[in-house]
């Protein structure tokens, strides 16, 4: 089981970047596979951005597709959301989370991963 901690959010204005950062602890970080979703205030969890265990295959939901970028750094317990060209719908509580075992058509299912983070806000706006 990974802890996870959430960091980088703020308000930006449309058009702007912020890298989101989210700090794991725990052991064999590299073996999980870690996701971002975001909720905007009275919507439902989307899905943002999937890396695989070992730093491998990424998949990203349509809305954010060429603008966001995730990585991670294994021997760090790192991993990072890279947002360029924001825009007011991707105003969100955004969430790092992680999970074992997940192949990818599971990959954007929030129920497929086992620990989230507590989130950091986001708000694109003038």
């Known amino acids: 089981q990974l802890q996870l901690v959430e960091s980088g959010g703020g308000l930006v204005q449309p058009g702007g970047s912020l890298r989101l950062s989210c700090a794991a602890s725990g052991s064999s970080f590299r073996s999980y596979t870690m996701g971002w979703f975001r909720q905007a205030s009275g919507q439902e969890r989307e899905f943002v951005a999937a890396?695989?265990?070992?730093?491998?295959?990424?998949l990203y939901g349509d809305s954010v597709k060429g603008r966001f970028t995730m990585s991670r750094d294994n021997a760090k317990n790192m991993v990072y959301l890279q947002m360029n060209s924001l825009k007011p719908e991707d105003t969100a509580v955004y969430y790092c989370?992680?999970?074992?075992?997940?192949?990818?058509?599971?990959?954007?299912?929030?129920?497929?991963?086992?620990?989230w983070g507590q989130g950091t806000h986001v708000t694109v706006s003038t």
């Open positions: 890396i695989k265990r070992y730093g491998g295959e990424t």
């Open positions: 989370a992680s999970g074992q075992g997940l192949i990818s058509s599971t990959l954007h299912v929030g129920a497929a991963y086992s620990n």
